[in-house]
């Protein structure tokens, strides 16, 4: 098993930037794959972005292509995603995911995720 726990969140105006954090525990951290997903008030939780395990192969929202990157430092059990020119539209709570078999933009199919963390975009 794994627990993640996500940090970085804020407040931050149309165009800036914000890091978010995914630390998790568990030596075998580096089998899973990890996805970014959010929920704005009132809609679905959609995805993000994920970042295989073994494969280190990326994955991105077509919302988000070009303005978010999503990386991880296996030896510090940790999976970031930087998030540039932030948009309103980018405000919701943010949620880290992992598992070691997954489809990469399916929430359902990941069964360990973090607590959330809220990032607001101001026009």
């Known amino acids: 098993q794994v627990q993640v726990v996500e940090s970085g969140g804020g407040l931050v105006q149309a165009g800036g930037s914000l890091r978010l954090s995914c630390a998790a525990s568990?030596?075998?951290?580096?089998?899973?794959?990890v996805g970014w997903f959010r929920q704005a008030p009132g809609k679905e939780r959609e995805f993000v972005a994920a970042?295989?395990?073994?494969?280190?192969?990326?994955y991105y929202a077509d919302s988000v292509k070009g303005r978010f990157t999503i990386s991880r430092d296996n030896a510090k059990n940790t999976v970031f995603l930087q998030m540039n020119s932030l948009k309103p539209e980018d405000t919701a709570v943010y949620y880290c995911?992992?598992?070691?078999?997954?489809?990469?933009?399916?929430?359902?199919?990941?069964?360990?995720w973090g607590q959330g963390t809220q990032v607001t975009v101001s026009s």
């Open positions: 568990g030596r075998t951290f580096n089998r899973y794959t």
């Open positions: 970042r295989g395990g073994s494969s280190g192969r990326t």
């Open positions: 995911a992992a598992d070691t078999s997954v489809v990469v933009d399916s929430a359902k199919t990941y069964d360990y």
